[in-house]
Protein backbone atom coordinates (compact mmCIF):
# COMPACT_ATOMS: atom_id res chain seq x y z
CA UNK A 1 0.00 0.00 0.00
CA UNK A 2 0.98 3.57 -0.64
CA UNK A 3 0.34 7.29 0.49
CA UNK A 4 2.24 8.47 -2.12
CA UNK A 5 2.35 10.55 -5.30
CA UNK A 6 5.51 8.90 -6.42
CA UNK A 7 5.55 7.90 -10.44
CA UNK A 8 7.87 5.42 -9.93
CA UNK A 9 8.31 3.13 -13.09
CA UNK A 10 7.99 6.62 -14.56
CA UNK A 11 11.34 7.73 -13.24
CA UNK A 12 12.69 4.32 -14.05
CA UNK A 13 11.18 4.58 -17.60
CA UNK A 14 13.36 8.11 -17.84
CA UNK A 15 16.27 6.10 -16.55
CA UNK A 16 16.15 3.56 -19.50
CA UNK A 17 14.89 6.01 -21.94
CA UNK A 18 17.33 8.71 -21.04
CA UNK A 19 20.56 6.95 -20.49
CA UNK A 20 22.65 9.46 -18.50
CA UNK A 21 25.88 9.35 -17.24
CA UNK A 22 26.63 8.92 -13.97
CA UNK A 23 29.89 10.18 -12.77
CA UNK A 24 31.29 8.12 -10.00
CA UNK A 25 34.24 8.86 -7.54
CA UNK A 26 33.40 6.17 -5.13
CA UNK A 27 34.39 3.13 -2.80
CA UNK A 28 37.09 1.00 -4.49
CA UNK A 29 35.56 -1.80 -2.56
CA UNK A 30 32.52 -1.85 -4.33
CA UNK A 31 33.13 0.23 -7.52
CA UNK A 32 32.68 -2.58 -9.75
CA UNK A 33 28.89 -3.30 -8.34
CA UNK A 34 28.04 -0.02 -8.47
CA UNK A 35 29.14 0.28 -11.98
CA UNK A 36 27.00 -2.74 -12.87
CA UNK A 37 23.41 -1.84 -11.08
CA UNK A 38 23.96 1.72 -13.26
CA UNK A 39 24.07 -0.04 -16.28
CA UNK A 40 21.59 -2.48 -15.05
CA UNK A 41 18.74 0.13 -14.67
CA UNK A 42 19.68 1.28 -18.18
CA UNK A 43 21.94 4.31 -17.54
CA UNK A 44 25.76 4.61 -17.72
CA UNK A 45 28.18 4.75 -15.54
CA UNK A 46 31.93 6.20 -15.49
CA UNK A 47 34.20 5.62 -12.71
CA UNK A 48 37.03 8.20 -13.48
CA UNK A 49 38.72 9.62 -9.84
CA UNK A 50 41.82 11.15 -11.49
CA UNK A 51 42.38 15.06 -10.16
CA UNK A 52 43.27 15.66 -13.55
CA UNK A 53 40.04 14.39 -15.47
CA UNK A 54 37.31 14.93 -12.89
CA UNK A 55 36.40 18.27 -13.85
CA UNK A 56 36.19 17.78 -17.68
CA UNK A 57 34.64 13.98 -16.91
CA UNK A 58 31.46 16.23 -15.05
CA UNK A 59 30.87 17.39 -18.36
CA UNK A 60 29.05 14.64 -19.98
CA UNK A 61 27.54 13.34 -16.39
CA UNK A 62 23.78 14.19 -15.52
CA UNK A 63 24.54 13.49 -12.20
CA UNK A 64 27.98 13.03 -9.30
CA UNK A 65 27.85 10.21 -7.14
CA UNK A 66 30.63 10.45 -4.58
CA UNK A 67 31.50 7.49 -1.94
CA UNK A 68 33.72 7.69 0.91
CA UNK A 69 34.00 4.34 1.43
CA UNK A 70 37.64 3.88 0.49
CA UNK A 71 38.81 7.91 1.10
CA UNK A 72 42.24 9.23 0.81
CA UNK A 73 43.32 12.77 0.80
CA UNK A 74 43.69 12.96 -3.03
CA UNK A 75 40.67 11.22 -3.61
CA UNK A 76 38.64 13.93 -1.82
CA UNK A 77 40.92 16.48 -3.55
CA UNK A 78 39.42 15.14 -6.81
CA UNK A 79 35.92 15.18 -5.18
CA UNK A 80 35.63 18.61 -4.67
CA UNK A 81 37.49 19.71 -7.96
CA UNK A 82 34.29 17.43 -9.08
CA UNK A 83 31.63 18.78 -6.71
CA UNK A 84 32.69 22.21 -7.96
CA UNK A 85 32.46 21.62 -11.46
CA UNK A 86 29.15 19.95 -10.90
CA UNK A 87 27.47 22.95 -9.34
CA UNK A 88 28.37 25.57 -11.70
CA UNK A 89 26.87 23.03 -14.11
CA UNK A 90 24.00 22.37 -12.32
CA UNK A 91 23.91 18.92 -12.14
CA UNK A 92 22.86 16.84 -9.11
CA UNK A 93 25.88 15.44 -6.69
CA UNK A 94 25.08 12.69 -4.41
CA UNK A 95 27.38 12.18 -1.41
CA UNK A 96 27.43 8.75 0.56
CA UNK A 97 28.64 9.36 3.79
CA UNK A 98 30.06 5.55 4.07
CA UNK A 99 31.46 4.88 7.39
CA UNK A 100 31.07 8.38 8.94
CA UNK A 101 31.27 8.45 12.95
CA UNK A 102 34.19 5.62 12.62
CA UNK A 103 37.21 7.89 12.65
CA UNK A 104 38.11 11.48 13.12
CA UNK A 105 39.52 11.89 9.96
CA UNK A 106 36.29 10.52 8.24
CA UNK A 107 34.17 13.18 10.07
CA UNK A 108 36.63 15.77 8.95
CA UNK A 109 36.61 15.31 5.31
CA UNK A 110 33.14 14.63 4.85
CA UNK A 111 32.32 17.48 6.93
CA UNK A 112 34.68 19.30 4.26
CA UNK A 113 33.11 18.30 1.66
CA UNK A 114 29.63 19.52 2.32
CA UNK A 115 30.96 22.50 3.76
CA UNK A 116 33.14 23.56 0.66
CA UNK A 117 30.78 22.60 -2.07
CA UNK A 118 26.84 21.95 -2.47
CA UNK A 119 26.00 18.49 -1.88
CA UNK A 120 22.26 17.91 -3.17
CA UNK A 121 21.54 14.62 -1.41
CA UNK A 122 23.05 13.16 1.52
CA UNK A 123 22.93 9.78 2.16
CA UNK A 124 23.80 7.41 5.01
CA UNK A 125 22.96 4.78 7.41
CA UNK A 126 21.40 6.00 11.07
CA UNK A 127 24.66 6.00 12.77
CA UNK A 128 26.48 8.02 9.79
CA UNK A 129 23.62 10.44 8.84
CA UNK A 130 23.35 10.97 12.80
CA UNK A 131 27.10 11.64 13.08
CA UNK A 132 27.09 14.12 10.32
CA UNK A 133 24.19 15.95 11.44
CA UNK A 134 26.14 16.66 14.60
CA UNK A 135 24.67 13.86 16.86
CA UNK A 136 27.20 11.96 19.09
CA UNK A 137 27.43 8.54 17.83
CA UNK A 138 29.63 5.96 16.37
CA UNK A 139 29.36 3.77 13.65
CA UNK A 140 31.01 -0.04 13.28
CA UNK A 141 33.19 0.25 10.65
CA UNK A 142 31.05 0.83 8.07
CA UNK A 143 27.65 -0.63 9.90
CA UNK A 144 24.97 1.26 11.45
CA UNK A 145 24.69 1.15 15.12
CA UNK A 146 22.53 1.92 17.59
CA UNK A 147 21.25 5.96 17.35
CA UNK A 148 18.58 7.13 20.25
CA UNK A 149 17.29 9.98 18.48
CA UNK A 150 13.95 10.19 15.82
CA UNK A 151 15.69 9.55 12.64
CA UNK A 152 12.68 11.30 10.91
CA UNK A 153 13.94 14.50 12.59
CA UNK A 154 17.37 14.06 12.09
CA UNK A 155 16.87 13.80 7.93
CA UNK A 156 14.54 16.73 8.28
CA UNK A 157 16.99 18.96 10.10
CA UNK A 158 19.94 17.97 7.92
CA UNK A 159 17.99 18.59 4.81
CA UNK A 160 16.92 22.17 5.97
CA UNK A 161 20.41 22.88 7.83
CA UNK A 162 22.58 22.22 4.51
CA UNK A 163 19.43 22.77 1.75
CA UNK A 164 19.60 19.45 0.13
CA UNK A 165 17.78 16.01 0.40
CA UNK A 166 18.48 13.60 3.44
CA UNK A 167 18.28 9.86 3.12
CA UNK A 168 18.69 7.27 5.92
CA UNK A 169 18.83 3.79 4.53
CA UNK A 170 18.06 0.78 7.11
CA UNK A 171 15.05 -1.49 7.50
CA UNK A 172 12.47 1.83 6.83
CA UNK A 173 14.40 4.19 4.34
CA UNK A 174 13.93 7.73 5.09
CA UNK A 175 14.43 10.73 2.33
CA UNK A 176 13.37 14.26 3.39
CA UNK A 177 13.81 17.69 1.89
CA UNK A 178 12.82 20.99 3.80
CA UNK A 179 9.12 20.11 3.23
CA UNK A 180 8.36 17.01 2.66
CA UNK A 181 9.18 13.18 4.26
CA UNK A 182 9.24 9.78 2.53
CA UNK A 183 9.09 6.39 4.27
CA UNK A 184 10.20 3.71 1.84
CA UNK A 185 9.51 -0.09 3.53
CA UNK A 186 10.67 -1.79 0.31
CA UNK A 187 13.45 -4.54 0.86
CA UNK A 188 14.95 -7.35 2.24
CA UNK A 189 17.19 -8.83 5.08
CA UNK A 190 19.64 -10.41 2.46
CA UNK A 191 20.21 -6.96 1.47
CA UNK A 192 22.29 -7.19 4.91
CA UNK A 193 24.02 -9.89 4.11
CA UNK A 194 25.84 -8.37 0.60
CA UNK A 195 28.61 -5.89 0.45
CA UNK A 196 27.91 -2.93 -1.55
CA UNK A 197 24.03 -2.81 -1.37
CA UNK A 198 24.50 0.65 0.20
CA UNK A 199 26.95 2.28 -1.85
CA UNK A 200 24.58 0.41 -4.98
CA UNK A 201 21.83 2.38 -3.83
CA UNK A 202 23.77 5.28 -3.84
CA UNK A 203 24.09 4.73 -7.33
CA UNK A 204 20.80 3.89 -7.97
CA UNK A 205 19.72 7.56 -6.69
CA UNK A 206 22.27 9.43 -8.42
CA UNK A 207 20.90 7.50 -11.56
CA UNK A 208 17.32 8.50 -11.16
CA UNK A 209 18.62 11.91 -9.91
CA UNK A 210 20.06 12.38 -13.37
CA UNK A 211 16.45 12.22 -15.05
CA UNK A 212 14.30 14.69 -12.16
CA UNK A 213 14.89 18.09 -10.92
CA UNK A 214 12.59 16.80 -7.58
CA UNK A 215 15.48 15.07 -6.04
CA UNK A 216 13.64 13.68 -3.02
CA UNK A 217 10.91 12.22 -5.06
CA UNK A 218 13.99 10.71 -7.30
CA UNK A 219 15.57 9.50 -4.02
CA UNK A 220 12.40 8.03 -2.66
CA UNK A 221 11.40 6.64 -6.09
CA UNK A 222 15.47 5.06 -6.41
CA UNK A 223 14.99 3.30 -3.05
CA UNK A 224 11.14 1.91 -3.95
CA UNK A 225 12.93 0.05 -7.10
CA UNK A 226 16.15 -0.79 -5.02
CA UNK A 227 13.69 -2.72 -2.48
CA UNK A 228 11.14 -4.01 -4.93
CA UNK A 229 13.84 -5.57 -7.07
CA UNK A 230 15.45 -7.47 -3.94
CA UNK A 231 12.17 -8.76 -2.74
CA UNK A 232 11.88 -9.94 -5.97
CA UNK A 233 15.06 -11.57 -5.99
CA UNK A 234 14.91 -13.14 -2.31
CA UNK A 235 12.42 -15.90 -3.34
CA UNK A 236 14.82 -16.90 -6.08
CA UNK A 237 17.87 -17.00 -4.15
CA UNK A 238 19.75 -20.04 -1.90
CA UNK A 239 21.65 -17.32 -0.70
CA UNK A 240 23.70 -14.03 -0.30
CA UNK A 241 25.73 -14.75 -3.54
CA UNK A 242 22.98 -15.65 -5.70
CA UNK A 243 20.82 -12.95 -4.37
CA UNK A 244 23.42 -10.41 -6.03
CA UNK A 245 23.09 -12.14 -9.18
CA UNK A 246 19.17 -12.45 -9.00
CA UNK A 247 18.75 -8.81 -8.06
CA UNK A 248 20.48 -7.41 -10.94
CA UNK A 249 18.20 -9.66 -12.88
CA UNK A 250 15.03 -8.22 -11.19
CA UNK A 251 16.60 -4.53 -11.76
CA UNK A 252 16.72 -5.14 -15.26
CA UNK A 253 13.39 -6.58 -15.79
CA UNK A 254 11.74 -4.78 -13.39
CA UNK A 255 8.15 -3.65 -14.59
CA UNK A 256 5.10 -1.31 -13.80
CA UNK A 257 2.50 -3.76 -12.78
CA UNK A 258 5.38 -5.28 -10.15
CA UNK A 259 6.36 -1.83 -8.74
CA UNK A 260 2.65 -0.93 -8.35
CA UNK A 261 1.96 -4.10 -6.75
CA UNK A 262 4.78 -3.89 -3.92
CA UNK A 263 6.16 -0.27 -3.44
CA UNK A 264 4.96 0.52 0.39
CA UNK A 265 5.91 3.92 0.54
CA UNK A 266 4.53 6.67 2.79
CA UNK A 267 4.61 10.69 1.94
Known sequence: MTDSDLDVFGLLAKVRTDKPVVHH??????????????????????????????ADMVQ???????????????????????????????IPVVLDVCGVGATPFRDQKSLELIEEV??????????????VSGEAVRTKGVDASEV?????????????????????????????????LYLVR??????????????????????FAAVSPDLAKAAAAALVTFGVAAECAAPLSQGPATFKEKLFDCLYNLDEATIKRLMRVEG
Open 25 to 54: LTNWVTIYDCANVVKVLGASPVMAHALEEV
Open 60 to 90: LASSLVLNIGTLTVPMVEAMKVAAKAANTKG
Open 118 to 131: HIDIIKGNASEVAR
Open 148 to 180: AVDLTQVAQALAQARRATAVITGETDIVADATR
Open 186 to 207: NGHPLMGHVVGTGCMATSVIGA
